[in-house]
């Protein structure tokens, strides 16, 4: 009787342990820039807005927007190719590849950078100013912001090429990589929506 009620109370006690649930985990990095692009998104969306509403009072300037921002737009596009090659070189353990994608992906970036203050310059040229009528200081102030957030992009980028150059970045580490294209396909595809927009409301 006694080994009976043993093994019972054993079974019993076996049954009534609850095993811990499993704790979710988020990487912080992947969760910052996450709440980075919730920010970012929440600001272009009220500028949006704005830019509506005012548009719609009058006294509205159109002018032609340049040729090199169409060009630059084919830039930064090419840059988020070379940027997904980046991160599958990582995930693939090729450290030379993902070395030579990002720093192009860097030199494109750049190069939008030097397109997009040439534009600035044609844009004068016409006689379109950050102060003036609503419709060129919008539009400077959507190109400004954006170009603001792509250096921290850019910032981004040399600091993957540096952890690559190091021989720190590999398959089973690709956090930094993910990261970094995560938020240099955002700033593609908000580039994308900006310059639809100014585009189709002019």
């Known amino acids: 009787m006694s080994n009976k009620s043993s093994k019972n109370n054993s079974t019993v006690s ?3 342990v609850q095993e811990p649930a499993q704790v979710l985990s988020v990487n912080k990095w992947k969760f910052i820039i996450w709440l980075f692009i919730i920010t970012i998104v929440m600001l272009f ?3 949006t807005s704005a830019y509506l509403v005012r548009r719609a009072e009058g006294n509205w300037a ?3 927007i340049p040729t090199i921002f169409w060009i630059s737009t084919l830039v930064l596009i090419i840059s988020s190719a070379t940027m997904h090659l980046a991160l599958r070189a990582a995930k693939n353990n090729d450290n030379i590849k993902l070395k030579i ?3 192009i992906t860097t030199v494109l970036g750049l190069v939008f950078l030097g397109m997009q203050y040439l534009g600035w310059q044609n844009l004068q ?3 379109v100013f950050l102060k003036g009528n609503p419709s060129g200081s919008f539009f ?4 400004g912001l954006h170009m603001a957030h792509l ?3 850019l910032g981004i980028l040399i600091a993957t090429f540096l952890m ?3 021989m720190k970045l590999n398959a089973d580490n690709t956090i930094l990589v993910e990261v970094c294209a995560t938020s240099w396909h955002f700033l593609d595809i908000l580039w994308l929506y900006l310059f639809v927009f100014l585009l189709y409301f002019r």
């Open 14 to 16: 076996t049954i009534g």
């Open 125 to 127: 040229l016409q006689g």
């Open 45 to 47: 969306a009220s500028q």
């Open 101 to 103: 994608f990002v720093a």
């Open 164 to 166: 690559a150059f190091r």
């Open 151 to 153: 250096v921290l992009g």
């Open 62 to 64: 159109e002018f032609e």
């Open 140 to 143: 400077y102030i959507f190109t």
